[in-house]
Nanobody, 121 residues
Framework: QVQLVESGGGSVQPGGSLRLSCATSGFGFSYYTMSWYRQTPGKERELVAF????????HYADSVKGRFTISRDNAKSTHFLQMNDLKPEDTAMYYC??????????????WGLGTQVTVSS
């Protein structure tokens, strides 16, 4: 079965760092664009970053640019989010997301269950 399992969340003081991991199985990981989203209660889920299947293109939300780095290891079907200089506004549930669009425009996607990140003094 398809599985996406996040890990690495926790509680940290402002200015600290965390590294999130998403271990996957059950689908063709190397063909998929991988993303990290985050959400807090009462707010819409927002895109944090994505990385294309070959790792040659990345995108970051303006709020995390220069502080977060997304990467992937296709041999291990795992991708990562390195988070540095964390701020209280980074507090959220972080979700792993996989997406593939075929030549007909059909979307196939999968979500992880999330890992909590809390940034406070």
């Amino acid at each position: 079965q398809v599985q996406l399992v996040e890990s690495g969340g926790g509680s940290v003081q402002p200015g600290g760092s965390l590294r999130l991991s998403c271990a996957t199985s059950g689908f063709g990981f190397s063909y998929y664009t991988m993303s990290w989203y985050r959400q807090t209660p009462g707010k819409e889920r927002e895109l944090v970053a994505f990385i294309t299947n070959n790792g040659l293109r990345t995108h970051y939300a303006d709020s995390v640019k220069g502080r977060f780095t997304i990467s992937r290891d296709n041999a291990k079907s795992t991708h990562f989010l390195q988070m540095n200089d964390l701020k209280p506004e980074d507090t959220a549930m972080y979700y792993c997301f996989a997406a593939l669009v075929n030549q007909r425009g059909t979307l196939t996607d999968y979500w992880g269950l999330g890992t909590q990140v809390t940034v406070s003094s």
